[in-house]
């Protein structure tokens, strides 16, 4: 009972908010994509995604599980119906050719391609978009936004269709752990990875040998060094390396270390914010941009709205650590380079370690809405979409999560071809760490307070940047705001 009063007055909150909006719909993609989803605005998290039973559904009819087995109607000709699909993207970043291809098997379905900005105004306004009955088939990026959607009650729940036709979500997309109050309205489909982009000619420039399979941050930091160009006076023409632009970025290596959880202790009962990993992350980071001034400054990412992919694509950086570099890399006309793209996998703590940023973990997730028009339509492209279709992410830097994905295909869908693709990219550092699907990846599986866990991570992240408190501080005063939140959440 307590459960859904909680559920219904975030319901009620939520409806407050998107009346007082006038803004509705959405445009490209804000370039300063925060991957965990901002965590701006203040949302408690209710239920851990792990604390519960979750009904994945079971084995096929003939006892042997198929992927996608439930994807295609018997007769996908006789489904017909428009599908308002809200995601991120353009057409030209992959869209257009995912909907043709689903148009091949379900002709006389129309799909609408809405795109909406993944910052905090673009999902207020499609969160506004669905609570007036605008949005069929949502894809949701970052988690902190997800949560909210389920909190609000925006998605439909999945139950039925996956009783249905006897899906198993640990089997399709590799973690069934995604849920709110024990019931899937999502399927987490999309990945998104992180890694090392290089300038091959200034890493050759400052004679650094072969690229790295595995690699410290020291390291890195050492590759930095050597990798950035100053003039007479002193001053900084190129930096060597950079962090991402995100301000939560100095949460990474916990992820990289244990696997799962940026903000929480290993149970889940408090935050991790003052753990030695986190307050030597922010330290080396702070170190790196300020001190030895070899890091493009986060102060300066988040001063004029600047992406980690855009500042190493205009050379203003030889390296970045970055996760959606293809979507601009792709761009030649905005992005022109004249260098090859190397890779490297994230950087660990200590040689030997389990590197769990080093694989594709699950990022974004799709659903049904709640006012949706013509939902047998919506769900046949839902379905589409959350498996084959989710391949098309990779144009706009994303990856797919679906178990089944054929990745061999993934650099003609990228750059048309190996050849056009070795203009641009080292192809064997390319195939090694951008598309490795079979790596460890980290995953999400407490959700007290994320949100709030979230904002507070950016607040005091910020305040140490700029001076005005201490690492040491301002974790330690962040630890004392997110763990009475995580308390209060878990009662």
Known sequence: MQKLFKRAISILLTLILVLSLTACGGDEETQNEDPQGGGET??????????????????????????????????????????????????????????????????????????????????????????????????????????????GGMYLPLTDYIEKYNIDILKEWGSDKYIYDGVYYTFPCGGLGNYVAINMTDWNNAGLGELPTEWTWDEYLEASRKMTQVDDNGEVLVYGGSDYSSINYYTYPWYQVYGHDQYYTEDGTASNFTDPLIVNALQREIDAEQVEKIWYPLTTYRADGSSAAGVFLQHYTSSVVVCNLLRFLRDQETYPVDWVTGFAPYPVEEKGQTNYMEGIPIYSHAGICTGVQDEEAAWYWLAWYSTHGVKYLVNAGHASAWKGTDTSSIIDLVFGSREEAEKLVDLESFERVVTNYEAEAYIDTYLWAYSDLASICNEYGMYAHQGTMTVEEAMEAAKEEADKLIKEAME
């Open 42 to 151: 203040q949302d408690d998290g209710e239920e851990t995604p792990g604390g519960e039973e979750t009904p994945s559904g079971g084995e096929a009819d003939d006892g042997e599980y198929e992927l996608g087995h439930w994807v295609f109607a018997e007769d996908p000709e006789s489904i017909s119906g428009t599908v308002r699909f809200y995601i991120p993207f353009k057409g030209d970043q992959g869209m257009d050719d995912m909907i043709a291809e689903f148009n091949e098997t379900y002709p006389n379905i129309k799909i609408e391609l809405n795109t909406y900005s993944n910052g905090s105004e673009g999902n207020v306004a499609v969160n506004a978009a669905i609570m007036a009955g605008e949005v069929d088939v949502l894809a949701s990026f970052g988690l902190n936004q997800t949560n909210k959607r389920w909190e």
